[in-house]
């Protein structure tokens, strides 16, 4: 149905089902749930809810707040790309 699009041409609808949820909406999904939980939520909430020990739990606001959006944003790159 998209041959017309470049990559596309030798594709099924299976295929661009799966190609829609496992390159696009998955990362991105992960991506949009990081910079919420991040930047968004009060760090008593995530704090309260992880209930993780003082070191732990900065080390795992450190992660979400920088390294998870640019790993998501390296997948979700090289997987459109694929």
Same mark, same amino acid.
């Given at each position: 149905? +998209?041959? =017309?699009?470049? @990559?596309?041409?030798?594709?099924?609808?299976?295929?661009?089902?799966?190609?829609?949820?496992?390159?696009?909406? %998955?990362?991105?999904?992960?991506? +949009?749930?990081?910079?919420?939980? @991040? =930047?968004?939520?009060?760090?008593?909430?995530?704090?309260?809810? %992880?209930? +993780?020990?003082?070191?732990?739990?900065? *080390? =795992?606001? =450190? *992660?979400?707040?920088?390294?998870?959006?640019?790993?998501?944003? %390296?997948?979700?790159? %090289? @997987?459109?790309?694929?």
């Amino acid at each position: 149905p +998209l041959a =017309w699009v470049p @990559g596309f041409a030798e594709k099924n609808i299976t295929d661009l089902i799966a190609f829609t949820t496992d390159q696009l909406t %998955l990362p991105l999904g992960g991506l +949009l749930i990081a910079l919420f939980a @991040g =930047w968004v939520m009060r760090r008593s909430s995530t704090a309260e809810e %992880l209930a +993780l020990n003082p070191r732990v739990y900065s *080390l =795992w606001r =450190w *992660l979400i707040r920088y390294v998870v959006p640019v790993a998501l944003l %390296l997948v979700f790159v %090289l @997987g459109v790309t694929e």
